[in-house]
């Protein structure tokens, strides 16, 4: 093409008036419509089974609370979902293998301090015996001793390796700062405490820990909803205890404070990593605090991307996000920057806040992000495995189908007046505190100039 034929994005997205005008935002197809079934069952645990028949498959989602307090909980926890599915009274690691590959089915667990999560998928002809691999694993999981000590090597190598990457240092370092000794801090176990770990200690958390009241199984696929309830209830009935799984401990509500500069000789690169508390999905005020982020922080668009990124070259990536713990929500900032540019990132970024605050989202702006959150909440849920995803995370709140479905109306009803309030009221920079992960050599002195910053150990 030639210069006269060749129309820059810039030319394609105005018009001799200004820029060009979002188209407006079409009828979204409701998940309300979704066939499905919530309920109860008679050993406690909650089931939420939807029909989404665009494909012959099933996504399987198992949330189990799995908090726990003792010093070993994280190590032994770790060591268990790496586990679980090895073998069993009636399957050894082989058998439950060639089991799944015949379905064209796969399944796997994961575990955190708030929750474990056991995750598959399967051809929906496949479902019972998805269903009946699962239910010998809850019921009748071995943890021979060859196989814990595999895991166990596995899992060292990679606690190792993990232990050394910037971002888990970050993580750690913020969780430490919100949230002192609270359980919710050890996310990442020490690599000698589970080279401590036996089999009789994984098997011992088994009976304590995995179980079915206070826990939610999500179904979705194509399925009769009626039916696999019925299917599940009658699978899952060997597995029942009187006692309830063990949920975290309330978080402590999260005060505005200092900024803690965490040393890292050497480091050529810095972590920002900002919080401040924020409101539980539960909350009538929470789409319009959702709008508010998007404005911020939370795509690509955003007042941080644009200032950081675009127009100062600060970082690669700046963002924005929330991060919900069982009843409880926060705001994150994150941005990674080089150590040259650490305290004018830092300075730019509750620049921004304040911003927000007072120099609230324009008209176009909320329309923007209004139409930006509604869309990806319908694109994420396309999908068998989004809608899964989606709903796993509503459950451990107590939502469901019903919520997800009202959203986009909640998010279509938000005025311009919500928004500027939901800045003013959490989006101000003393309301946050955070870490930044850095060489305290380099960065110290700006940091400190630049205020409300405070130098860590380097020996803690």
Known sequence: MTAATHRTAEEI???????????????????ADLSHVDTVLGNGLRVLAVRKANVPLIEFRLWI???????????????????????????????VDTELALI?????????????????????????????????????????????????????????????????IAREALQKHRYGNHPATFETPEATDVTEVTPAEVRALHTASVLPRGAALVIVGDIDPQQVVADIEKALSGWVSDASAVRLPALPELAGGPVLLVPRPGAVQSQIRLSAQALPRTDPGYAALQ???????????????????????????????????????????????????????????????????????????VESVRQYAIGSLVTSTSSQAGLARQ????????LGLDWLAEHPTRLAQVTGE?????ALAYFGPKRFTGVIVGDADLL??????????TVGDPTV
């Open 104 to 168: 064209g089915g796969d399944i796997s667990a994961g575990v955190d301090p708030e929750r474990l999560i056991i995750s598959g998928n399967a051809l929906s002809s496949g479902l019972p015996t998805l269903l009946d691999v699962v239910a010998d694993s809850l019921t009748g999981a071995s943890y021979v001793d060859a196989e814990v000590a595999r895991e166990k090597e596995r899992l060292i190598e990679r606690i190792s390796i993990a232990r050394t990457q910037p971002r888990t």
């Open 65 to 95: 609370p799995f908090a726990g307090d003792d010093r070993m909980h994280p190590a032994r926890a770790e060591v268990l979902a790496e586990t679980l599915f090895t073998g069993t009274v009636r399957r050894d690691r082989v058998g």
């Open 291 to 365: 709008l508010a982020n998007l404005a911020f922080g939370g795509y690509f668009s955003s007042r941080l991307v644009e200032n950081l990124r675009e127009d100062k070259g600060y970082t690669y990536s700046a963002h924005s996000g929330f991060e919900f713990t069982d009843q409880t929500a926060t705001v994150n900032i994150d941005a990674d920057t080089a150590s040259p540019a650490t305290a004018a990132a830092l300075l730019e970024t509750r620049y921004e806040l304040g911003r927000l605050a007072l120099v609230p989202p324009t008209k176009d702006e």
């Open 418 to 422: 919500d928004v500027e309030k939901a």
């Open 444 to 453: 110290a002195e700006k940091l400190t100039a630049v205020g409300d910053v």
């Open 13 to 31: 997205g105005r018009t001799e008036q200004g820029p060009r005008p979002l188209p407006p935002l079409g009828d979204q197809r409701a998940a």
């Open 391 to 398: 709903l796993t995370a509503l459950v451990s709140n107590g």
